[in-house]
Nanobody, 124 residues
Framework: QLQASGGGLVQAGGSLRLSCTAS????????LGWFRQAPGKEREFVAA???????SYADSVKGRFTISRDNGKNTVYLQMNSLKPDDTAVYYC????????????????????WGQGTLVTVSS
C-alpha cells in the first residue's frame, strides 16, 4: 500500500513537498513515479526515479520539481518549487518493478501499485 501526503493550498511561486510511504512491502528495488490529474484531464506523468536513482521529468516540471527516494524510510518525495496554477491537480505516487534497461517508466501501465492521491491547489 502506498500512502501519499503533503498536498495543500499554496500561492503561485510557492513550494510544497509531497511524500509517499509504502507499507507492507519494501520499495528499495522498485521504480517509483509521480503522476498528476487535473480536473477534466487525463492522468499524466510528472517524474520518475528508478531503483538505481536515475531520474526523469516531464518537460512541464523540469527545473522546478525534484524527485528523490529514501529506501530506509520506504518513501519517495516530490519537491515542488516555483509552483504555477497549472500545477493544480491530484498527485499520485506509483511503484513498479525495476527496469534494468535504459527505459524510464513514464506510462501508467508501467506501474503496478498506486497511492490514493493528494490534492495540490496553486492559487494565482
Amino acid at each position: 500500500q502506498l500512502q501519499a501526503s503533503g498536498g495543500g493550498l499554496v500561492q503561485a511561486g510557492g513550494s510544497l513537498r509531497l511524500s509517499c510511504t509504502a507499507s507492507g512491502r519494501t520499495v528499495g528495488s522498485s521504480d517509483l513515479g509521480w503522476f498528476r490529474q487535473a480536473p477534466g484531464k487525463e492522468r499524466e506523468f510528472v517524474a520518475a526515479i528508478r531503483w538505481d536513482v536515475h531520474t526523469s521529468y516531464a518537460d512541464s516540471v523540469k527545473g522546478r520539481f525534484t524527485i528523490s527516494r529514501d529506501n530506509g524510510k520506504n518513501t519517495v518525495y516530490l519537491q515542488m518549487n516555483s509552483l504555477k496554477p497549472d500545477d493544480t491537480a491530484v498527485y499520485y505516487c506509483a511503484a513498479g518493478p525495476p527496469s534494468y534497461s535504459a527505459y524510464v517508466k513514464k506510462l501508467l501501465r508501467d506501474y503496478k501499485y498506486w497511492g490514493q492521491g493528494t490534492l495540490v491547489t496553486v492559487s494565482s
